[in-house]
């Protein structure tokens, strides 16, 4: 593993008021707009950026080097994934305030700066998401409840909700339905594509549960409101996510694989925060629901990949110079 010096030398630690982190794979062209969507909307205050590389293998640690030399560079020797990535920085960080900012990121004016003033403002914030947009400019789906029953049913990987997006349930579970989008409200859970916590809340609450793959974000928000604190949406800061753009494009069955992986880090969330007992009779009812979520969506999966998969073998069979 091997370290790059801190942004501005000159800058004493104490007086650094915000340190962005962030963890990337195979993601170097991503990475560097994200850099420079920062250097170009950056906070009014003394920050530092630790950016984590994930054993990456096409070029983002040299590109970082060279490019943004002030950025410290973490770099991992084999891919430790989200959770390990991020604790390794957070260890390291000197801000009063922590931002997680996913690669696929672009920082947009005066987010970073809204974002601080309003934990600034409200003692009671362990943490604040911003407003997440689209390329084309929609509002994500990035406040939510937290993982439930009724969120697999009306929640974010729903169908229903995908069909029909602002029906009077969904709406429980997807909390910018319906809301005052010029105002802060409190969530269940904000994204850690882009969350900036009080630096005394992590030391409070610990580090990222690197047992977790997927429902990090909702593992942090539930133990920052056991604490006692309020995660909230600031959906007056806004930042475009590219909605998972970074890393290698996984092929056909990893897609699927995934599909299963969420299902599994479901169960142990649901272990975690819902039902320690093994011997509840509600372990094969969950067991038994996350399984025919899993099978709703693999087929909602195998009818958006059919048209791909049919041009692909299309391709394959025509002549060449055809």
């Known amino acids: 593993m091997t370290d790059q010096k801190p942004i501005g030398e000159g800058v ?98 005066q987010a970073l700066d809204a974002m601080i003033d309003f934990l600034r403002k409200r003692p009671d914030a362990g943490a604040v998401g911003c407003k997440l947009l689209n390329e084309d400019g929609t509002i994500q789906w990035s406040v939510k409840s937290l993982p439930n029953p009724g969120a697999a049913l009306f929640g974010a990987r729903s169908i229903l909700a995908k069909w029909f997006p602002n029906n009077r349930f969904s709406s429980q579970h997807l909390l910018h339905i319906g809301r005052d989008m010029t105002q802060p409200f409190v969530a269940g859970l ?8 009080p630096r005394s809340v992590i030391k409070e609450v610990g580090r990222l549960d690197d047992q977790f793959f997927y429902h990090v974000d909702a593992d942090y928000c539930k133990r920052i409101v056991d604490a006692g604190y309020k995660c909230y949406y600031l959906p007056t800061a806004a930042i475009i996510h590219l909605n998972h753009k970074g890393g290698t494009m996984p092929s056909l069955s990893a897609r699927f694989r995934m599909l299963m992986m969420f299902e599994i880090w479901s169960y142990r969330y649901y272990r975690k ?22 099978l709703a969506l693999a087929s909602a999966q195998v009818f958006a990949e059919v048209p791909g998969i049919a041009r692909a073998a299309f391709q394959a069979k025509k002549p060449a110079g055809a």
Do not use: K
């Open 12 to 109: 004493l630690q104490a007086e650094i008021v915000l340190t962005i982190i962030i963890s990337c794979y195979n993601d170097r062209d991503l990475v560097e707009d994200c850099l420079r969507s920062i250097y170009q909307n950056p906070p009014a205050e003394p920050y530092e950026i630790i950016l984590v590389d994930d054993a990456s293998s096409d070029g983002t640690s040299e590109m970082v080097g060279s490019a943004f030399p002030e950025v410290r560079l973490l770099r991992n020797d084999v891919n430790r994934h989200y959770s390990y990535s991020n604790n390794r920085a957070l260890d390291q960080a000197c801000g009063a305030y922590i931002l997680l900012l996913n690669s696929d990121t672009v920082v947009l004016p």
């Open 273 to 294: 925060h819902i039902q320690t007992s093994w011997w509840s009779p509600m372990q094969i009812v969950v067991v038994l629901g996350l399984s025919l979520h899993f």
């Open 190 to 197: 904000v994204s850690s594509a882009a969350s900036m916590m």
